[in-house]
């Protein structure tokens, strides 16, 4: 019989591997500022925050999904594809926030530096979730198919990431609407890809936030990645 001590320590080196603190931290940060917002204010302005937020923690905890079966059942690499493909669906939801910025104004009585401050902390919680989900997901697609072809994919998820921040801001779509309406989105998709000029604005977001999104993840990959990249710490069954 284990020890609880022995479960605490890999339970801490989980939580360090796998940036739960980090994320965790950034998410009580921007949700004690929002709190205090409404104590100030007695408004719900900026609640829809959460929710955003909440979108941008699906992508993470599949991340950790698809790592954990991956450390389970390491010869099924198909089993990739299913919870990969769901990761990517919802992954521009995370670096999403960003765009929040837009409802910036000043509001009284909350002063316009506290929402700023508010905003910022949102949007970082949202960028380090997006952050770490790419880092586990590249992780794996480095084991099965190597180095360069992890930073391939890595590439390609950004600028699609940064498609999807510009439908889900100016055209309104949602992840859940590649399932409900996958022929509109797609039609939305395809008609800006076959005649890119003719939409600057697509064009414009699409790079600047992929290329941010890009200069983010390799200033921060020393931080975010894990100290030895072992595969994943939790105990396998009957350990």
């Given amino acids: 019989m284990k020890s609880p001590d022995l479960y605490l320590k890999r339970l801490h080196s989980l939580m360090t591997n796998y940036g739960l603190y980090a994320v965790g931290l950034a998410t009580m940060l921007a949700f004690g500022l929002l709190a205090g917002r409404i104590y100030r204010s007695h408004s719900l302005m900026y609640v829809f925050l959460v929710w955003n937020l909440f979108l941008a923690w699906i ?7 698809a790592t954990r079966r991956h450390h389970l059942a ?4 198909w089993g990739l594809l299913a919870s990969g493909t769901l990761w990517l669906a919802f992954f521009p939801n995370a670096p999403y926030i960003l765009t929040d910025f837009l409802h910036l104004s000043e509001r009284p009585p909350v002063p316009l530096w506290y929402d700023i401050g508010l905003l910022a902390a949102f949007a970082w919680a949202g960028l380090y979730l997006a952050l ?3 880092r586990h997901m590249q992780r794996l697609i480095q084991i099965y198919l190597g180095t360069m072809v ?3 994919f890595t590439l ?8 999807g921040m510009y439908m889900g801001r100016f055209l309104r779509w949602n992840s859940w609407d590649i399932v409900l309406h996958p022929r509109a989105v797609l039609a939305d998709v395809a008609v800006r ?3 890119p000029l003719a939409y600057p604005r697509t064009i414009g977001v699409t790079v600047v936030f992929a290329a941010f999104l890009f200069v983010c993840y390799v200033t921060l990959l020393p ?3 894990r100290p030895s990249e072992a595969p994943f710490g939790w105990p396998r069954p009957g350990e």
């Fill in 74 to 77: 390491p010869n099924r690499w």
């Fill in 59 to 65: 992508p993470y905890l599949i991340s950790l999904w």
């Fill in 156 to 163: 390609g998820v950004l600028a699609l990431s940064g498609l």
């Fill in 132 to 134: 770490y989900s790419l």
């Fill in 150 to 152: 992890s930073w391939g």
């Fill in 223 to 225: 931080a975010i990645q």
């Fill in 193 to 195: 890809l076959i005649n």
